[in-house]
C-alpha cells in the first residue's frame, strides 16, 4: 500500500483526504436533481460497483435501496479465490483471510452400506488446487462483505453512502435532460414513505435483486425452470457429536435427503442447508409454512445416527431452486447495438438466478460490477466511447449462462438419492466426482473472455503459456527490487481503473541501456505512437491509465536499480515524488520462479497486457510497439 505521495499527513492511510464538493449528507439535506450513475440495490453488486466509483470524485454516483440501513446477517456466505483476488485489489483481503473460515477440504458422506440408514464419511478432496491461487476459499456472512465495501465508500474521496429508504419504482430512458437522459423515479420506503423524487442520471445500474424494478422497466425477463424442490438454510450455534462440523461437508441420505455443511467465521457458527420437500409443478416453498423445527428435525434425520443440539439461530429461510437467466444485461436489443450505446445495466440476481449451494451467487454478482466499473469509468471521464459499455453484457452474459449450466447439474446431482452402486462403493459417487470436476469453477477461475476490442488474439500466446489470454492474470511470487520485499505480482495492482503491462525480461537483460527493457520503457514514455504518451492526459501522472511493471529473471542481488530506466522510477503527485515499487525479480527465497510457474518465455521475455478487472487483454514480444499501440487505440481516444 502506497500513501504520502500528496505529502504527509498522519492517521489511517485508508482514509483518503476528501473531495472538495461531497454531496451534503445533513438531515434535511435534498435528493440530488442529477447524479452520473445511479445503482439500485445495495447487495455485493452495486456495493462492489459504488466502492470503486466512489474513488473518483469528477464522477457523481448514487446508490439506493428501500431497507432500513445495512445488512446485519444471513443471505450468502461463500467467497472463492477468484472473488478474493479481487478483494485484495480493494484493499482488504487480509482482513477477510483473518475474520473468515477457511475451507482447506471438503468431506463426503453416504449411507452406510453395513446399516443404510446411518451415513458414513467415504472420503474428503482438497477443496482448492495447488497454485490455482495464491488466494484460500472462504465463508464469512453476506453482512460483512457488505460493511468492508461501506468502509471502501466511507473512506474514499467521495464519502459516498447508500440513501437507504428509496426504491426504484421506475424509469424512461430519453424523458431527461440531455446530459442525463435517463429519468428515474425513485420512492421512499422510511419515514416519509410513499413520497417520491425525480433522479435525473447519465447512467443506471440495475443491482436491485430477482424481483428487479431496473430490469422490469427496460423490458428484461428472467426465462429459465424451477427444480420443485424446497430447501432451508440455517446459520445456528450448536453442539454435536458429528465428526466433521468444522469442515465443509456434502451428505447425502438413503431416503431423508441430503445436507450441505459449511462452517463460518468465528469457529462456533455454521450453516447448513437441507434438503426438505418435493414441491408440485404450481407450488411454492412458502406455501409449505415450514419452521425452523423443521430443518432441525430433518437435519436429525438425515445425519442419522449423529445428532445435532441446537443452542440458537441467528437466520433461517426457505427457498426453492430456480435457474433463470435474462436475456438482456443492457437496455439496447442485440438488433440495435450497432445503433445506439447502453444506458441502464443490470447485474447480479437481476439478471441471473441459481442454486446457492454452489457458492457462486454473490461471486458472480461482484465480478459483474467488477467488470463493468471500470468501463463506466473511462467512459464518464471521456476516454472512451460509449460503445465500450457493449462488452459488458457481451462478456457477462456469456459467463452466466455457464454459470447456470453448471449449477443446474449441481442442482439434480444434488437433489438425487444415491445409487446402489454408489452406497456399496462400486463406483464414484456422482457428487463428489462432479464436485472434483468442477473446482476451477466453483474457484471462479474458469472465466474466459472471447476475443473481442478488449480481448486479442492469442498470435503471441506462446510466449506465455501459464497466463491465458482472456483469462484472469495468475498471480506467482516475486522480490521486488527496491525494499527486497517478498510478494505477489499480482497484490502489486488496485481496484483504480488503470492497465497494467507486466514487462518480463529476457534471460540477459538487467534493463541496461539498449537493453530490450529499458528500449520498451523508453519507447513507452517518449515515442508519438506510445499508448501513454497518446492517452494520458498532460494534466495526469504518466502511469495515470497504463501502469508498466518490469519483471527480471536475476536474483535481487545481481540487479543495478541505478540502471533502470526513469519510466520504472517515474515522479508522480503533487509533489513529484519517485515511486520506487514498479521494479521486481525472481523470488530467491525458495517461494517459487514465475518464469517457470507461469510458463514465461526465458530467451525473450514478453509483455502480459491486463485490463483493469485483472483479465489478460493480450501478449506481446517487448518490441511489440505496433501491436501495443493499435490495441489502445482501439479503446482510447487520444488525449
Known sequence: MQYYGDGFRGGDPDIKNAAALCRDRGEFAPIPEEVDVLIAGTGPAGLCLAAQLSHFPEITTMIVDPIPGPLEKGKADGINTRTMEMFQAFGFADKVKRESYWVNQTSFWMPDPMQPENIKRIGRVQDVADDSSEMPHILMNQARVHELFLDVMRNAPTRLMPDYGWAVQGLEIGAGTTSHPVAVTIKNTGVNAGETAEVRAKYVVGADGARSAVRTAIGGELKGDAAHQAWGVMDILANTDFPDVRQKCLIASAKEGNILILPREGGYLFRM???????????????????????????????????????????????????????????????????????????????????????????VSMQDTFNLGWKLVHVLQGRAGASLLHSYSAERWTEAKRLIETDHAWA??????????????????????????????????????????????????????????????????????????????????????????????????????????????????TDPASPLVKHTRAEEDIDGLIDLRAVFQQTFGALSYEDMPSLLIPTTGKLGLQDHEKVFCVDHKDAGDIFDMRGIDRESGCMIVVRPDQYIAHILPLDGYDDLSDFFAGIYYTA
Open 412 to 525: 439434480r446431482i444434488m437433489s438425487a438419492p444415491p445409487e446402489p452402486s454408489e452406497v456399496d462403493g462400486s463406483i464414484e459417487p456422482r457428487f463428489v466426482r462432479q464436485f472434483k470436476e468442477n473446482l476451477e469453477f466453483t474457484g471462479g477461475l474458469a472465466v474466459k473472455y472471447d476475443q473481442s476490442v478488449l480481448t486479442s488474439a492469442s498470435a503471441y500466446q506462446a510466449l506465455a503459456t501459464g497466463q491465458e489470454i482472456g483469462r484472469r492474470f495468475h498471480s506467482a511470487p516475486v522480490v521486488r527490487v527496491a525494499d527486497a520485499k517478498q510478494m505477489q505480482l499480482g497484490h502489486a495492482a488496485s481496484a483504480d481503473a488503470r492497465w497494467r503491462i507486466y514487462a518480463f525480461a529476457g534471460r540477459n537483460d538487467t534493463s541496461a541501456p539498449g537493453s530490450a527493457i529499458h528500449q520498451l520503457a523508453d519507447w513507452l514514455e
Open 273 to 363: 442447508y437441507v434438503e426438505l420437500d418435493k414441491l408440485n409443478p404450481d407450488e411454492r416453498a412458502d406455501s409449505r409454512n415450514f419452521t425452523i423445527d423443521d430443518l432441525i428435525a430433518s437435519a436429525n434425520r438425515i445425519m442419522h445416527p449423529y445428532t445435532i443440539e441446537v443452542k440458537q439461530v441467528p437466520w433461517w429461510s426457505i427457498y426453492e431452486i430456480g435457474h433463470r437467466l435474462s436475456d438482456q444485461f443492457d437496455d439496447v436489443p442485440a438488433h440495435e447495438t450497432g445503433t445506439r450505446t447502453p444506458r441502464v445495466f443490470t447485474a447480479g440476481d437481476a439478471c441471473h438466478t441459481h442454486s446457492p449451494k454452489a457458492g457462486q451467487g454473490m461471486n
